[in-house]
């Protein structure tokens, strides 16, 4: 009955009914818009980070992402590697080893990081591989080859084809010293990791630097950002059956952990909070903005029909009802509003999730960030939800204010207002 | 009992009549032990231990050395490591690496990474005669070992002086053994402390065999490099071409 | 009289004219504070990198942006002096600086960092140098011996003021060379990165380190007060430095030097406007239909109007007017509480707060909210323009009533 009169009342001022409608899809349309459009980008850029440097996932030696040590080691990563296979998620494992050493080319010498990076397998995890920027990439094949960063490569003034000399220290402490062949140069993006980096093929890496089978870091990608912490869990149980109930015990493996992205580049997670922190205002700012626009249409579907109010309490309606009928009414205006804004901004979304926003003149700076030039909003059900949720909260809080102050009203005021 | 009279060399005679009298003056006793120990020139074989809580290495090496400032060494053994050489000419170092037949110079950012897996860092050895010219030195105390005086002596380096330590400290023996280098912070607190012991006949001269340089960081307590004296000739004539980059490259005998 | 008529239908019925003024007021308001804090934090990254030893133009040989290594230096530093002395624009500022790479030890620590030899005089007005001493006081000139550096590097290296710190570079003959200096200072810097890389000593002491006599590895120049932001005011000192510019160096503005930032900077305004028309639209739908409704409960007077002779485009006119009425107040309410909110917050918004984050963005600690003029007028112009162009619609609307119409 209340439901039939507050349709019908609605829609007695058809006019500014869609108004109030657009503005709540409107609001919504903005509020899903933006959201996936940030989802978007952090994804980005958190791929970014996670496919030049870290992966999702790492398995290493307790401490060694603090310090780096050369004999902080996992020794049988093929065990976590069949661990791996069977996990559910995982889309790709590979095996990385680091050391630092002195690189050496007929002109220079600097200090620079060496990575063994197993050729094959890192092409599905690692983006160095579509970062190339002369030459190409390792292949199985190779041995004393290496691909290095643009920004070290000019430092040490090689371009490919050249050699650069690289000494360090072996596991075993001697001496490692290799000879490497320029078989490409990479630009990721990340000026530092440009900077230092020089990766050839894990098997060679091992030789020089006497690892036998050993590795720093088993590298996992997942599926999605979304099941890393899944993944995680089943990869720690599955490294440490039981608890350490015998702490002193041979085990190679003890002292192993697995550490998520976010562990492994804690800028990276805050500078999205920051971020998200100023959507947020923007956010704030939108929905007051929306509120004020539908609270002058509540209160002024209230306000002239005072009358109509007042001659529905007179002949026994009770204040409830009233307020009843009126919370409806603001009801039916916000889900329309809301299914509107939804069906208008998932389109909306979708689309350029498909097309891509071109960022004009700043792919350089984003490209800093590994955010390539253009950014793909990403839609999800967080993302197209939660700002309509929001407006809905909103909406309703200032239709209740008109809805409460009809209980004040008495038949006799009302009667005689305009 | 070793007696200063079994000292050979004019040199060392003469320091010791004339340098220890009644007041003996802390620098010209660092200066009588550096020559001491490396002659004007020396030959020697080492072998070298690296201790860590969790593994050990030794390796042996060859070291000639020219006065304070030159020496050049190399590995003899483990096999895999055989060849590998580190010349130092004042105060620039360069290593070379037989398996990739390279000599590299060692650049400023690498002279505080550690020498061969060792507790020497390459500046232990590019600057281990920088105690002669860059400190000012106090005798603060004498005791006796094995009969004879040690001096204990205090280096607070001169204040534009490149060093890291905020002091070292000394313990010679009246003979020119050192005893003990030990290196501190500017807080006065010890970093890392050297030692000798075993000291036995060496070329003619007492000599102590063992030499054990320990770090004194909380996190490596355990750790150590210990060098063995095998063998060690004074004031071999030593060609003039030892001491180059070309001489690196090849294996001396 | 129009005016007057105006005014008061605007208060007819205060509580919807109050509803919608406090949208109007809040749209004006956010538009401008949400601005100011963008400009604040668009200007803190500019001036931070405009701090961090790029100044406004460089004088450099041509090969040491590619390779700031030693050789690539000013080798004849004099002529360039003079030039600079003469040439600049009034209230300017220069000095040479020398740049090298090396690593810095003590007992505890080594670290690769970037030496630079400062004017001890010149170079506090020129970068970050001379404004964020943390501990200890900047070099004396003559100080030879003294070295500044950042807090963090101080904090990693376990050492304090008077302690010394020894420097280690490869000079002009590639030679290792290496000196002890003593800690007289430390700063501050908005990015830890740069309290970590760089340390300060005499330009004579780092000329003497690098065995390179009286040459510099480059000048640096900082143009008055806030000139020197865009092209246009960049590229008339440079040509007429240029000019005179012994033939092996070059001029190089921070536009060169910082192509990144330059990029960033320059997706504002467009990112502004686009944020101005999404507040805009948000406050449009309550503004129309306000007026729509306001127009719709007076059908019998505007009958009644028309009935009396009033052409349709007095009355698109009339209702026009009552809605300039609407914008001009809460326009004026908008603004003056946007500007008394930026002038609360004059005195800076702590960023720290989010340090390791705002490091990876490019960040200044300390914001400073802050509104240029052109950034006013386009707030109230999308405001008042738009705001005209929406109530168009309720103004027509209210001009096709027809008498007959509004008899019933």
């Known amino acids: 009955m209340e439901i039939l009169m507050a349709w019908r ?11 109030t409608i657009l503005a709540i899809a409107f609001a919504c ?22 496919k030049t440097r870290t992966g999702h996932i790492q398995v290493i030696k307790k401490g060694y992402n603090k310090d780096h040590k050369i004999r902080q080691v996992v020794s049988d990563p093929e065990s976590i590697a069949k661990i791996l296979d069977q996990t559910p998620h995982v889309t790709a494992h590979t095996f990385r080893a680091n050391a630092f050493a002195l690189l050496s080319s007929d002109l ?106 050993a590795v720093h870091e088993v590298v996992v990608t997942c599926d999605s950002l979304w099941h890393v912490s899944r993944v995680k869990e089943s990869l720690a149980a599955a490294l440490h059956p039981k608890p350490p109930a015998e702490p002193t015990g041979q085990d190679a493996d003890q002292g192993l952990v697995c550490l998520s992205w976010d562990e492994l580049t804690p800028g990276l997670i805050q500078s999205i909070q920051m971020d998200l922190g100023g959507g947020l205002i923007f956010y704030a700012i939108l929905l007051v903005m929306v509120a004020f626009s ?108 008109p809805a409460l102050k009809v209980r004040r009203l008495t038949p006799v005021d009302a009667m005689r207002a305009v | 009992m070793k007696k200063l009279i079994l000292i050979p060399g004019l040199i060392l005679v003469l320091f010791s009549t004339t340098a220890f009298s009644a007041q003996p003056d802390a620098k010209a006793i660092i200066a009588q032990a550096w020559d001491y120990m490396r002659g004007r020139t020396s030959v020697s074989e080492v072998r070298m231990t690296v201790h860590r809580a969790d593994w050990e290495r030794t390796s042996v090496i060859k070291a000639w050395t020219r006065g304070l400032e030159d020496s050049i060494f190399q590995i003899i053994s483990p096999k895999k490591d055989k060849g590998n050489g580190t010349l130092k000419i004042g105060r620039d170092m360069w290593t070379y690496n037989p398996k990739i037949n390279r000599v590299v110079k060692i650049p400023p950012s690498m002279m505080s990474q550690s020498w061969m897996g060792s507790d020497f860092s390459n500046n232990d050895l590019s600057k281990a005669d920088t105690i002669l ?54 807080d006065m607190k010890a970093v890392k402390i050297m030692d000798t012991s075993g000291i036995v006949e060496m070329d003619g001269r007492p000599f102590p065999e063992k030499w054990t340089m320990r770090s004194m960081d909380a996190d490596s307590k355990e750790d150590y490099t210990l060098l063995e004296y095998r063998n060690l000739k004074f004031d071999v004539p030593l060609a003039d071409h030892l001491f180059t980059l070309n001489a690196l490259k090849k294996t001396q005998r | ?131 964020a001493t943390a501990q200890g006081r900047l070099l004396e000139p003559g100080d030879d011996r003294g070295i500044i550096l950042g807090q963090a590097l101080l904090d990693s290296f376990e050492t304090k003021i008077g302690r010394k710190l020894v420097l280690m570079t490869q000079d002009a003959d590639r030679e290792t060379a290496s000196r002890a200096f003593k800690i007289r200072g430390t700063f501050r810097a908005e990015m830890e990165g740069t309290e970590k890389q760089y340390v300060f000593i005499t330009l004579a002491a780092a000329q ?49 030097l910082l192509p990144l930032l330059k990029g960033y900077l320059g997706m504002f305004d ?22 729509l409704m306001a127009v719709l409960e007076r059908t019998r007077e505007f009958g009644l109007l028309k009935a009396l002779g009033l052409t349709p485009v007095r009355i698109v006119k009339n209702v026009l007017l009552e809605c300039l009425v609407l914008l001009v107040i809460g326009l004026g309410a908008g603004n003056l509480l946007g500007v008394l909110t930026i002038y609360l917050f004059s005195g800076g918004i702590d960023m720290s707060f989010m340090a390791q984050g705002s490091e990876f963005w490019g960040l200044g600690r300390l914001v400073v909210p802050f509104v240029t003029a052109k950034d006013l007028l386009s707030v109230n112009a999308v405001i008042m323009g738009l705001g005209l162009l929406v109530c168009l619609y309720p103004a027509v609307k209210a001009a096709g009533i027809t008498p007959v119409e509004a008899m019933n």
């Open chain 2, 133 to 186: 010219n860059d400190y000012t030195h106090e005798i603060v105390g004498t005791t006796r070992s094995d009969g004879f005086t040690v001096y204990e002596i205090r280096s607070l380096p001169k204040p534009e002086a490149p060093v890291v330590w905020g002091m070292q400290t000394l313990k010679i023996r009246e003979d020119g053994i050192l005893l003990e280098q030990a290196f501190y912070d500017e």
């Open chain 1, 29 to 50: 349309l903005v509020l899903i818009f933006m959201l996936s459009v940030q989802v978007g980008t952090y994804e980005v850029m958190i791929n970014a980070s996670v």
């Open chain 3, 270 to 291: 467009r990112f502004m406007l686009l944020w101005y028309l999404v507040v805009f639209i948000a406050m449009a739908f309550g503004l129309v239909n306000t007026m």
């Open chain 3, 208 to 256: 003497k380190l690098l065995g390179i006599g009286d040459n510099v590895s480059l000048a640096c120049i900082r143009l008055p007060g806030r000139t020197g932001q865009d092209k246009a005011e960049l590229n008339p000192v440079v040509e007429a430095l240029t000019r005179e510019l012994p033939r092996d160096l070059t001029a190089l503005t921070w536009i060169d």
């Open chain 1, 108 to 213: 220079r010498t600097c200090a620079g990081l060496i990575t063994g990076v197993d050729p094959e397998r890192e092409s599905k995890i690692s983006n160095i591989v579509h970062t190339m920027r002369k030459g190409r990439f390792l292949k199985p094949s190779d041995t004393n080859t290496a691909v290095l960063g643009a920004l070290l490569a000019k430092n040490l003034k090689v371009n490919v084809g050249d050699e650069v000399v690289a000494l360090g220290s072996a596991m075993d402490g001697s001496v490692a010293a290799t000879v490497l062949k320029v078989a490409g140069i990479f630009s990721s993006g990340m000026d530092d990791y440009d900077r230092s980096a020089i990766q050839i093929p894990l098997p060679h890496f091992q030789e020089v630097f006497y690892m036998e089978n």
């Open chain 3, 1 to 131: 009289m129009n005016f007057h008529m105006a005014w008061r239908n605007v208060w007819r019925n205060p509580k919807r004219t109050g509803i919608i003024l406090v949208a109007i007021i809040i749209g004006a308001w956010t538009m401008l504070a949400y601005c100011a804090l963008a400009r604040g934090v668009m200007a803190s990254s500019l001036e931070s990198a405009l701090n961090t030893l790029t100044g406004h133009i460089q004088i450099q040989n041509p090969g040491f942006r590619e390779d700031p290594a030693v050789e690539n230096r000013i080798r004849n530093p004099a002529p360039v002096a003079a030039l600079l002395d003469h040439a600049l624009p009034k209230g300017s500022c220069w000095a040479f600086r020398v740049q090298a790479g090396g690593v810095a030890s003590n007992a505890r620590n080594s670290q690769g960092i970037t030496i630079v030899g400062i004017d001890p005089e010149k170079e506090p007005e020129l970068s970050f140098y001379g404004n």
């Open chain 1, 9 to 19: 009342n609605v829609w007695r001022n058809p006019r500014r009914t869609i108004l």
């Open chain 1, 294 to 401: 539908i609270m002058n249409t509540f209160v002024m579907a209230v306000f002239e029909r005072t009358r109509e109010l007042g001659t529905l309490l007179a002949i026994g309606a009770g204040p409830g009802r009233l307020s009843k009928m009126l919370v409806l009414e603001s009801a039916f205006l916000t889900l329309w509003g809301i299914t509107l804004g939804i069906l208008a901004g998932c389109v909306l979304t979708f689309w350029f999730q498909h097309t891509g926003i071109p960022l004009g003149g700043a792919e350089g700076m984003l490209k800093q960030y590994g955010i390539p030039g253009l950014i793909r909003p990403r839609l999800t059900l967080a993302t197209a939800l939660s700002g309509p949720a929001l407006v809905f909260i909103i909406t309703t809080l200032t239709a209740l204010y």
